[in-house]
């Protein structure tokens, strides 16, 4: 779901900023020149600019802009926040020259520009405008400045009416609404880029778009690329205006108000219903037997598979439908429906991938404890490899002083050859907010040496994309070395599965 395609931003150009400075000055500064009378003296002439407002960032921005025309402003506070108001801040200038520049600048150009209108409607919107219920509104009393706003949004495609304020003194107060609901609003807020972050709050907003949101193909890009996992503090990202929703296990503990560190590992959510949603989701016709990933969120053969039988369900309803599947997992129970994933791998498709960090079996207990020693995992990716059905190895995640030295790279590609893999592939630890601090936790329990190293290197969610392109390098090498070719899609004529892309990293810690 989404809005459809963002619209580019402005160009910070030399039309925006006066458009912008028009905007801003007309709606809410103070612009005049005045004469005035001083007992015993001769009449003086005032020449004053000031701007004042509660939110710093548009004043901030109007100031920057009044420097880049060599118009300096003196900041100062206008008033002092009390029990129901902000406080205040200002800018000014009170010499003749710097005023008369003020307003040349702000001055109605004859045949505005576009990016001055862009400008002009972001300085109004930050001086009179308002963006409550989801409806965008500017206000104002001044035929000119209202006439301005209709023809800025006219001429940028918007769609508009104005309103006579209920309780206007002869009708003189009026808003210029902005029509077209949600997607007209972010466009808006693209395409002028107001300066006030509290006006473009969308937060809470339904998400209601005509655009054409549907997949439309998916296609080989035939070279091997890094992929890149984003994930945002509340599990969604946008991208180009298209909302999704990316969750983990441990996150989803916290979701559901359970702890995702200290708990995690001895309370499993089943969803005993998920073979029969399953079933009949890939009973729609709509459904074109695209490839099945399973294990990407949590291992799909936890201990308790051994009684629900959950997992074994879903790959009967998948090979029913003629759907290939790709499973990522560390539990040799697995091998149990052997017989299935034979039937897939000779029908539409399957590949299983067994994700092995080191060979090591001390360092295996110490970051694995509650899932079968590599050794095991292999010999079950053998069995499975020996009964025809594909077998991979996903190298990861690698550890940082752990588990990244050549040598230990070394013996897992070794091994994954030797035992079978047809594949292999890489990836560095990635922390999110939950996993970090349960990481964090096993540093601090046994290699606390290691913590001024890993503060370094994650401050972020991700290591350093020169870490993560070193250990690449090093195991495309081990790779070439030990025969692995990257897997082609025609590899078997009769399957569509043998994914391009790497599987998603498992939760290192119960």
């Known amino acids: 779901m989404g809005v459809g395609r963002f619209t580019p931003q402005p160009q910070k150009n030399s039309d925006y900023m006066r458009g912008y400075l028009a905007g801003l000055i007309h709606g809410d500064g103070c612009l005049t020149t005045y004469s005035q009378a001083r007992p015993g003296h001769r009449h003086s002439i005032v020449h004053q ?41 200002a800018i000014r200038a009170q010499t003749r020259s710097l005023v008369e520049a003020v307003r040349f600048l702000v001055d109605w150009p004859g045949v505005p520009p576009e990016d001055w209108w862009k400008g002009f409607l ?69 395409t002028v880029a107001p300066a006030i972050s509290r006006k473009r709050d969308i937060e809470g907003r339904a998400v209601k778009s005509g655009a054409a949101l549907r997949v439309v193909s998916i ?40 702890d995702g560190v200290n708990g995690w590992g001895s309370r499993i959510f ?24 399973l294990g990407t969120a949590t291992d ?81 990716l053998r069995s499975l490899a020996q009964a025809g059905v594909p077998v991979a190895v996903l190298l990861a995640p690698v550890l940082p002083g752990i588990t990244d030295q050549p040598k230990q790279l070394a013996a897992v590609v070794e091994a994954a050859k030797e035992y079978g893999a047809s594949s292999l592939w890489t990836n560095a630890l990635h922390l999110g907010d939950v996993t970090r601090q349960a990481f964090f936790h096993y540093l601090e329990q046994r290699r606390p040496e290691l913590i001024p190293q890993y503060e370094r290197m994650y401050r972020g969610k991700y290591a350093p994309s020169s870490y993560r392109r070193h250990v690449q390098e090093i195991v495309a090498v081990l790779k070439a070395k030990h025969g692995f070719r990257a897997p082609r899609a025609d590899s078997r004529p009769n399957q569509k599965v043998a994914s391009l892309s790497a599987p998603q990293q498992l939760s290192l810690l119960p």
């Open 300 to 380: 799909p053969y936890q201990p308790a598979e051994g009684a629900y039988k959950i997992s074994r369900q879903i790959l009967e309803a998948l090979l029913a439908a003629r759907t290939p599947v790709d499973i990522v997992t560390r539990s040799t129970m697995v091998v149990r429906d052997v017989d299935i994933l034979r039937q897939l791998a000779d029908g539409p498709g399957a590949m299983v991938c067994f994700s092995i960090a080191t060979m090591d079996a001390a360092v295996a207990r110490e970051i694995e404890p509650d899932v079968p020693p590599p050794l095991r995992r292999l010999e079950a």
């Open 219 to 258: 296609e080989p890009l035939s070279r091997e690329v890094e992929l890149v996992d984003i994930t945002t503090g509340t599990g969604d990202f946008v991208a180009n205006g298209v909302i999704s929703h990316n969750c983990y296990a441990r996150r989803t503990h916290w979701f559901l108000d359970q």
């Open 270 to 293: 089943v969803k005993i219903n998920a073979p029969e949603v399953l079933r009949r989701e890939l009973a729609q016709p709509s459904w074109t037997h695209e490839e099945v990933h």
């Open 49 to 89: 600019f000031r701007l004042a407002l509660t939110d710093t960032e548009a004043l901030r921005r109007a100031e920057s802009y009044l420097r880049e025309y060599d118009i300096p402003t003196r900041a100062f506070l206008f008033s002092g926040p009390t029990a129901q108001h902000r406080a205040v801040h």
């Open 122 to 190: 972001a300085g109004i919107f930050d001086a009179e405008g308002g963006h409550e219920h989801g409806v965008i509104r500017i206000a104002n009393t001044d035929e000119v400045i209202l006439d301005h706003v209709r023809r800025g949004l006219t001429r940028l495609g918007f769609h508009h009416v104005t309103e006579v304020h209920a309780r206007s003194c002869e009708g003189r107060l009026k808003y210029v609404r902005v029509r077209g609901g949600l997607p007209e609003t972010i466009r808006f807020f693209h």
